[in-house]
């Protein structure tokens, strides 16, 4: 026989500034047992409560949101939590999107075609980039970091050692690098 899990809330605002109390209230309202809350900025990836969450989550449980963007920052990130909340044998729940409710096979179905759509967005962003870089590459556009030595600088240090006036440390103390860098610069 299966488990039957409880429902877990979780309630996130980006900044101290936004309030919880209304997540909270909603979460009750809908029979979340526990309510796991946190403030922290979008930008950042470590969310202490989530991973709280995370590692008291039991198989059976439900993860109870009110938006998904409480939940995630993007389409990938909602991906990556729903998969580990899956793994765990748990279910995840949106209020306000009641397309996504990963207890059902109709929100299974709506998550695994999100889960193809993101990978088809992930491999159009790949090709344009190669395209992107190729097209730069053809125009001359030079991709890494700058050069330390213009090709002026690296002519003049060859010429100094090759007349022998002085030696690879002293012709790159005078161009201003490293030893090391001027022999990359010499071997190319």
Do not use: N
């Not at 526990?34 to 930008?43: F, K, Q």
């Amino acid at each position: 026989m299966k488990k039957q899990g409880v429902l877990i809330g979780y309630a996130c605002v980006s900044t101290q500034g936004q309030d919880l109390e209304q997540q909270r209230v909603t979460l009750c309202q809908h029979g979340c047992q526990r309510i796991y809350e946190e403030t922290v900025s979008g930008a950042r990836v470590d969310r202490l409560q989530l991973e709280r969450l995370f590692d008291r989550l039991q198989a059976g449980d439900v993860v109870v949101v009110t938006r998904l963007d409480r939940l995630a920052r993007s389409t990938t990130d909602l991906l990556h939590t729903a998969e580990k909340i899956k793994e765990i044998g748990a279910g995840l729940r949106s209020l306000a999107e009641p397309w996504v409710d990963t207890t059902s096979p109709d929100g299974r179905m709506i998550l695994a075609i999100f889960a193809g759509i993101a990978d088809f967005e992930r491999a159009l962003i790949g090709e344009r980039t190669s395209a992107g870089r190729a097209a730069a590459k053809a125009r001359g556009v030079r991709f890494g970091p700058k050069p330390i030595l213009t090709p002026e600088q690296i002519s003049h240090a060859r010429q100094l050692i090759d007349e022998g006036k002085r030696s690879v440390a002293e012709a790159a103390l005078l161009v201003g690098v490293h030893r090391s860098t001027l022999y990359r610069a010499l071997s190319k």
